[in-house]
């Protein structure tokens, strides 16, 4: 039995690190195209963004699998409980 107090770290979530950088993206591209003469296709933008995030989200779990530990990494030593 553990006697330690302290929590174990708390990480940000993958999807909303992605979801947050999607919002400022578009928010970035709002605001440039206000002060730029910058005509923005919709559906062309959106489609950017939707594959980006599929991609993002795609290779933000595959790099949280490899940090996640295994059951193996756990001592099961019933002696211990």
């Given at each position: 039995m553990s006697t330690s107090l302290t929590r174990p770290k708390r990480?940000?979530?993958v999807v909303?690190?992605?979801w947050?950088?999607?919002l400022l993206a578009v928010a970035v591209l709002l605001l440039v195209s206000q002060f730029i003469s910058?005509?923005?296709?919709?559906v062309i933008v959106a489609l950017g963004l939707?594959?980006?995030?599929g991609l993002?989200?795609?290779a933000g779990?595959?790099?949280?699998?490899?940090?996640?530990p295994t059951p193996e990494?756990?001592?099961?030593?019933?002696?211990?409980?």
């Open positions: 990480r940000a979530r909303t690190i992605i947050g950088a999607v910058l005509t923005i296709d919709p939707l594959v980006g995030v993002s989200l795609v779990g595959i790099l949280s699998l490899r940090t996640r990494d756990h001592d099961d030593d019933p002696s211990t409980y």
